[in-house]
């Protein structure tokens, strides 16, 4: 059962560090979002690539959000320096080439808490 | 942008049929209809999608009138496990991802 992996699961952090997230899309997949969950603000999108190529970060702050592919089978968002209201969590999906934009696989999520 | 519109929050019992009907009155020609379940602590999962008419799989059915003005999800024989957050999506499959919004979703409860 082919599945969107995401780590870590969990993560607590102090403002000013630096967070990693790390995203494995499905194998064969050539479209990769990152998404954000808030009890506010509800599921918001971040950025998203196709063929590791991004296509759209409007959704992040580009101060101190960053999203990259370095290759196919791994997509990473880095928050740093990380602050309280970025507390949330981050979801990864993937969608298959001929899946369109509307059909995507999420990840389990991490959940991110900044103190 | 088509806006879509769909109750707030359910309650039904185990073993009834739920349906969730969502409106979506500025329905463009190319827009296709999709919904997402999400369970708490999970990601969303993409359930079923369609353009006209009726769409069946494995686990909801969707039925769309020929206007295509809204759309109803229809869950058969509900268990406690299906209580969880649908949302509808309206939008052209073939479009950019920035386009797409999940909304509030409908908080959809199963008590036994």
């Known amino acids: 059962d082919a599945r969107v992996t995401q780590t870590p699961r969990h993560k607590v952090t102090e403002m000013g560090q630096e967070v990693t997230m790390r995203c494995q899309p499905i194998?064969?997949?050539?479209?990769v979002f990152w998404y954000r969950q808030t009890m506010m603000q509800g599921l918001e999108l971040l950025a998203y690539?196709?063929?590791?190529?991004?296509?759209?970060d409007s959704g992040m702050p580009k101060d101190r959000f960053s999203a990259e592919m370095p290759d196919a089978t791994l997509a990473t968002l880095k928050i740093q320096p990380s602050e309280p209201r970025d507390s949330a969590v981050y979801f990864c999906?993937?969608?298959?080439?001929?899946?369109?934009?509307?059909?995507?696989?999420f990840g389990p999520g991490t959940r991110l808490t900044v103190t | 942008l088509a806006k879509t519109t769909q109750p707030i929050s359910m309650d039904s019992y185990e073993g009834q049929e739920v349906n969730i009907t969502c409106s979506h009155n500025?329905?463009?020609?190319?827009?296709?209809i999709t919904w997402y379940q999400q369970f708490p602590s999970q990601g969303p999962r993409f359930i079923i999608q369609?353009?006209?008419t009726k769409v069946t799989n494995e686990v909801a059915s969707l039925f769309i009138p020929a206007d295509r003005k809204s759309s109803t999800l229809s869950l058969p024989r509900v268990s406690l496990s299906d209580t969880a957050v649908y949302y509808c999506?309206?939008?052209?499959?073939?479009?950019?991802?920035?386009?797409?919004?999940f909304g509030s979703g409908t908080r959809l409860s199963i008590r036994p």
């Open positions: 999906a993937s969608g298959a080439p001929d899946g369109g934009a509307y059909e995507q696989y």
């Open positions: 690539f196709r063929n590791r190529a991004p296509l759209d």
């Open positions: 999506l309206v939008g052209d499959r073939h479009s950019s991802a920035s386009k797409i919004i």
């Open positions: 500025n329905i463009a020609t190319n827009d296709y």
């Open positions: 194998l064969g997949h050539n479209t």
């Open positions: 369609g353009y006209k």
